[in-house]
């Protein structure tokens, strides 16, 4: 019988909330991971059950600490950003990772991921600059596929294909009960945006549940295996994008932090920051809160 430790976190939590944030399963030991195969580590990802598992290998890269595989229930992904900040949490935990470091860089998918550690479970990532892509004129097949009219659309603003790492189709809708009335059908969703750059849509109001929050956020991303995500770092970085260049948010200057919130429709409060920098809106930073909460070995017989 073959083992693999792992520990347990959720990441993007808010601390008013005991249960919240996004879970996430890392496997931390690079060298029990080396006998794993690909089915193996996509198998363990669907019996963990959440929207990402991660997987630590040694990196080839002198400037990376760590290489990071990424899976979600459906497939392996180069990129995301709360197993991103999970791992990094996990390995600092794990002594991977120097007590007193400020800054490492992991290897990933898309290429290195610079990771900033910002206090005890605060943690911050450098994502990729924004990329403004097609708008999407025809929404009436996608808001049909999450139940929604299409008179539920702001209308100053476009539903538009962003990415900073991912790509994602944002949808602004005028009221907040909109985005919770929102129901998606998972296969509607993928057939819907058939043939379009990305599957995975994020609709959001500036109408909020909590005061200090800037934003109300849902993600679904049905082609990945996750139906819903309670707290999607890499759809973080391009709705704070989308909400400066379209300049939504009335009392927001420019590189001020915008506050997210999400995972309430599922009873996982989150809270996600996103910033752009102020001089260099190329730079876009994306961070939260990382907790502990369990921590075990995986048995493959």
Not at 92 to 100: Q, T, W
């Amino acid at each position: 019988m073959r083992s693999y430790p792992f520990l347990q976190t959720s990441v993007f939590v808010d601390k008013r909330y005991y249960f919240g944030g996004n879970q996430l399963a890392t496997f931390w030991s690079s060298e029990t991971n080396k006998t794993l195969t690909n089915d193996e580590m996509q198998g363990i990802t669907r019996e963990m059950n959440y929207s990402e598992t991660t997987f630590v290998f040694e990196s080839k890269k002198k400037d990376c600490i760590s290489k990071v595989r990424i899976f979600t229930p459906g497939r392996e992904i180069p990129f995301a950003g709360h197993p991103t900040l999970g791992t990094a949490y996990v390995l600092r935990r794990k002594r991977m990772v120097e007590s007193k470091a400020e800054k490492i860089r992991l290897e990933l998918g898309i290429g290195p991921v610079d990771v900033e550690f910002l206090g005890k479970d605060t943690i911050r990532m450098k994502q990729r600059s924004p990329e403004f892509l097609e708008e999407l004129d025809n929404t009436r097949t996608i808001m049909k596929a999450i139940s929604l009219p299409e008179k539920s659309i702001a209308e100053d603003y476009p539903p538009r294909f962003v990415s900073t790492g991912n790509i994602f189709l944002i949808i602004p809708l005028k009221s907040l009960a909109s985005v919770q009335k929102a129901s998606p059908n998972p296969s509607s969703i993928i057939k819907a945006l058939e043939g379009e750059i990305s599957q995975d849509v994020l609709i959001f109001s500036t109408d909020t549940v909590n005061p200090d929050a800037n934003v109300h956020a849902r993600v679904f991303a049905p082609a990945y295996g996750v139906i819903e995500d309670p707290a999607t770092g890499s759809a973080a970085g391009p709705l704070g994008a989308y909400l400066e260049h379209h300049d939504v948010l009335a009392s927001h200057s420019s590189g001020d932090i915008i506050v997210i919130e999400q995972g309430y429709e599922m009873n996982r409060p989150s809270k996600l920051n996103v910033q752009i920098a102020r001089k260099k809106k190329t730079d876009v930073f994306v961070s939260g809160r990382v907790r502990t909460t369990a921590e075990g070995t995986f048995f493959l017989k």
